[in-house]
């Protein structure tokens, strides 16, 4: 199980390093966002992979921490795939204006 | 018994007076000096008070904790040699402030001036009573920056600029070498506190860093009082209005710098680095100031060389090191503040009155202005020293210093000559400031006619030129008590036996004097011709210019050396950067991984269900078609990146993550909306130009894909690696422990988001609803690129269709577009509502909260705007988004500040249990209320920024309507 995430983590940063060093914005929006997957992955999986073992807690009563999963890298994962949105949006914005402003898709705002 | 509290009264005065006066109108003249003299008399008063309890050594003290955990407190303190300088600075405040009510010009922003000055009395005042190195230091920089504001006050002259800029670069830096300088002696004294360091003495002189902060200290000191070589900044610091020059550049600020050698005398002086140091820069600024001066034609440039020497003059005095020398300093350091304080006003007066400074051109003014020449005489009579004035009595005590021997070298031996040279310097310059300007022929071309002054222009000239005269004619009577109060707060058990008496017999300093008063009269009979012609500056020194040096250092230094390291360094083209950054970062993590002796452990599907690797089969090869589609299948590349999203979100779901996997789907349809938005707006690109790569490219492209797949293979083995290691204790445990009982949540996830760490999220929705504004102001002033301003040709097509057809309107099929979604979308509304609500109530139990229902709250807004188009919703519904975001940020915020009124930290949360009916137990945390802000904030900022790009099609058609409307069917 752990081979396949750490292999999905690698194919996805490679996927989004690879566009981030496109010419293109297009590219670059796009290469980020699958690159936040790919970190939202990796910091998620600091937390050791569990299966059925969610960090809800299951009654009121003394809590046994090793029954559930870690909830940290969650809640830092939640607020990153927020934050990630807001910068997509971001960005997605900057380069509208941009080829607006200069008629270029490249994200030098001029080809060459 | 005098409060210790005044002490921060004293100081936050004049800052809340600079308040005021900057809310003032700009031109309440009378209403802002009286303002300004309110608060200086106020503050005056406050000082006057506590004469009483400095006399005798005593100190006033008050502390208030700051950083207890650094040693840091606000500690002020006033002793007798700060009840001196306070004295000083509201006294001579009082009076600038009225002579800057005559003075400055209606058309000049009086507000403005008076906020600075009141702004810049606080500050000094700080410094002066300043009990901590540090606070010291922070009033000290506030100093330079109100003495850098006051001198660009007429900001649209271009010298002005440029002399305030100089003195800030200077002072400034100076500061920063004081800043360290006081650090490195409160570890040395191991303690930041003033009496402390003061009574360390012993071991600050013979600490192996003594040298080193002595410097530094020196680097801080000698700057602001404008001693050798820094002195050049306070000749260009000229352009300030004259009130702000008599005030900051002759009586306070510049005093600074000897306030503070003063201040560590009793700690640093007496050694052979001190005397070597401050002796020489002192004696050198001495000579040549004086010398200078001779050579201005300036008025105020005559001035401001004398007050560097006057400087020069204190600074070696406080070289020498003997008790003795330091008295003579401080009286000097009064006498000073008084006659130059006097001279800058009257040349203020004479500017006002004939409109120009120019000694060549000033003459004969005397029968036109008799009374304000007779007290510039006698002010500048004291300048040079001459007896029964107060100026005389501490150039004699120097002079009967300079003889003495310190420490024996070619510098002390010098001392004596240098000290008479100067005086002779002094008288000349001296005679010429009063010669020139107010006799020989009556000048013909004067910009004015001089008239005397308004009556309260000429009174506070009256009163500090009396002062000259009391002082020097009765010395022990009128300032002797004062003066030993502050001699003895400095010297303490070491004061010695001195007398202030105007007589000691013939002897040799007044032989000295004698021969300075001579010499200097015969050398401005020598120069007298040669200086109505000579050029400004000094002769063999004009060249030499520490101005003109100092602005090539600037240059140098921020001009070409940055160009030089940006021209290496640095690219515009935002690829390399990247790479750059992909590089560096592919570098740290191998040399964070080289030679760990980690062995990879074997590679082992152990535990993997099938349908998990099915499902990452699917998402990285959409992850790799996604990335080789992104060029020229846009569309196809984003549902690509879609399915990446998709198997990112069943992940999550998988391995025991609800709350991301909610929060990812939601987010990954807006992200995909968002996108789709934007597509309309990039230029269309065919595959054909991929046939003309060349080398390069090509090159580029292998090198790009093998820093991909570097990047790629690092980050998996770093992941495998971790992940089949045992994780260590983390902090997660505590959280799982207390979630329940502190916060009142089943969903620790959701628990450490509103509750434990509240303010990080706080920080976070404040980024959300930052980049909703960007966005939206970003987009109101889009203009499109020249082929997005027409319709989208699939748009054109259908247009075609319904004109080609006889039974169809125009415009038909696009408003029939998505007929049965759009139906099932707009039913859909109160659904996605009512899912919004019940993720919101969950939240704090089960997986959802204020994120997730915000989202699908954005969504169903969405939805309406996909279904019906813009125009259809906002004709029937009115979203705000901008109040959604405020309102969001406003409950937040008060939910975490309703925890102070019961006496918690900010964002303290309180729970309990409510039934309700129908619906049971619910949890009625403030965390709950705190997550409803969060709700509506992602709600509006979502909203907001989606609705922004979507208008942009309806701005560009309308304007399309308007100009086919204006010329098309004609």
Redesign the interface.
Known sequence: ???????????????????????????L???L??LS??V???I???????????????G?GP?D?TA????????L???A??????????F??????L???T???H??GREG | MWHSGLLVVLVALPFAGAVLASLLSPNARNAEAWLAGTVTAVALLITATAYTSVTDGEVIRHSVQWVPTLGLTITLRMDGFAWLFAVLITGIGLLIVIYARYYMSPQDPIGRFYAYLLAFMGSMLGLVLSGNLILLAIFWELTSIFSFLLIGYWHHNQSARDGARMALTITGAGGLCLLVGMVMLGQMAGSYDLDKVLAAGDVIRSHHLYVPTLLLILAGALTKSAQFPFHFWLPNAMTAPTPVSAYLHSATMVKAGVFLLTRFWPVLSGTPEWFTLVGIAGLTTLLLGAYFAIFQHDMKGLLAYSTISHLGLITSLLSFGSPLSAVAAIFHMLNHATFKASLFMAVGIIDHETGTRDMRRLSGLFSALPYTATLAMVASASMAGVPLLNGFLSKEMFFAEAIEEHQYSLLDRAAPYVATIAGAFAVAYSIRFIHTVFFGPKAKDLPQEPHEPQRWMRRPVELLVILCVIVGIVPAMSIGPFLHTGVIAVLGERTPEYSLSIWHGFNIPMLMSVVAMIGGGLLYWRLRKYLQVCEEGPPYFRRLKGQRIFERILITVSWRWARTVESVLATRKLQPQMRLLVVSALLAGVWAMWGSGDVLPELSLHGLDPVLGVLWAIGAFCAVAAAYQAKFHRLAALILMSGTGIATCLSFVWLSAPDLAVTQLLVEIVTTVLILLGLRWLPKRSPEISKRIDGTTRLRRHRDFALAVAAGLGTAVLAYFMMLTSPPSSVGDFYLNNAYSQGGGTNVVNVILVDFRGFDTMGEIVVLAIVGLTVFSLLRRFRPAEDNKGLPYQQKEQEEFDSVRRDREQGETLQDYLLVPSVIMRWMFPVIILLAAYLFVRGHDMPGGGFAAGITMAIGFLLQYLAGGTRWVEDRLRILPVRWIGTGLLIAALTGAGSFVFGYPFLTSYFQYTEIPYIGKMPTASALLFDLGVFSLVVGATVLILIAIAHQTLRIRSRAVRASGDGGHG
């Open positions: 199980m752990e081979l396949v995430i750490a292999a999905a983590i690698g194919i996805l940063t490679a996927s989004g390093v690879w566009l981030i060093l496109r010419p293109r914005t297009y590219q929006v796009i290469g966002t699958i997957y790919a939202n992955l990796f998620f999986s600091m937390g050791r992979l569990r299966v059925n073992a969610s960090p809800v807690l299951n009121h809590v921490p559930y999963t870690d909830p940290v890298p969650q809640a994962v939640l607020t795939i927020v934050i990630g949105f807001a910068t997509t949006a971001l997605l914005v900057v380069l509208i204006v080829r607006g402003l008629g270029s898709d994200v030098d």
